[in-house]
């Protein structure tokens, strides 16, 4: 049975690797959340789609309190094992001082495996002499650090990232929502073609028809990652416009979870 026989069968894609490498948690000051985000109603999802695991950075982190994202992003991931894995957020308005702490803070509670950053949202350049330490740790312990993106954006637009990726070789940088529109997926996937430590991930509603077949194209499956915005977002349309895109069942799964279990150092 092919991957788009499992859709139209409306079953989970039980016994293959899925890993949603984009997520949140928790409620959203201005937008509906089923159930309020919460981790057993996101692993609800989960299961019934056949979703492995989830990298998460509640909702609270891109907005005002980094700390208490990462304090909840821990706790799911110690109540759920295995199924949620905390992306460590830091709001660089605090500065740099700040961040250095927060950092230090988790690396003494259990290590930290990823970042997670919100240029948009914290206003302020990924650039900036504040998110210093989070990259030079990255580097420095060849971490992800999934970054929200979008075309010509000024604070964190995919020419951005590919600066920070020459400058951190060693550090994976994420581009997130590489898929939002057709110049996004210019940029995107220019960055990604001129630095080898780039990744694409597709999380966002805007993944048009057809769109996700020119990423493959332009930058191969093995540099695109699955991702949701779940619970933003409804996870479920974004599994269907894997299904249904025109690649091959091999790329699909590099997509849904092999590329991330790489990328993530999963095992």
């Known amino acids: 049975m092919s991957l788009t026989d499992l859709l139209f069968a409306g079953a989970p894609l039980a016994g293959e690797v899925v890993i949603d490498a984009h997520c949140h948690m928790g409620p959203w000051s201005n937008f509906h959340i089923a159930q309020d985000g919460s981790p057993a109603a996101m692993m609800e999802l989960m299961d019934r789609l056949g979703i492995d695991a989830s990298w998460i950075c509640p909702h609270v982190g891109i907005g005002p309190d980094a700390a208490r994202a990462n304090r909840e992003a821990y706790q799911a991931a ?13 709001n660089p308005n605090r500065g740099r001082a700040a961040a250095e702490a927060e950092i230090a803070h988790w690396v003494a509670r259990g290590g930290i495996r990823a970042f997670k950053l919100h240029p948009g949202t914290h206003q302020y350049k990924a650039t900036g002499e504040a998110y210093g330490p989070v990259f030079e740790y990255a580097d420095a312990h060849r971490l992800p650090v999934l970054i929200h993106s979008w075309n010509g954006d000024r604070l964190g637009g995919p ?19 590489s898929a939002t529109n057709w110049q996004m997926l210019e940029e995107a ?5 001129a630095c080898e430590n780039i990744f694409l991930d597709i999380a966002g509603s805007g993944l048009h028809a057809g769109l996700l077949e020119e990423m493959v194209r332009r930058v191969s499956a093995e540099r695109i990652l699955f991702g949701t915005d779940s619970p933003f977002l409804d996870p479920r349309p974004q599994v269907g416009r894997v299904l249904l895109a025109r690649i091959t069942d091999d790329e699909k799964r590099l997509i849904f979870g092999l590329n991330a279990r790489r990328v993530f150092g999963m095992g």
């Open 78 to 90: 110690q109540d759920f094992p295995g199924r949620f894995y905390p992306y460590v957020i830091v």
């Open 159 to 177: 020419p951005i990232l590919a600066e920070l990726a020459r400058t951190y070789p060693n550090a994976k940088i994420l581009i997130a929502h």
């Open 189 to 193: 996937s220019e960055a990604c073609l």
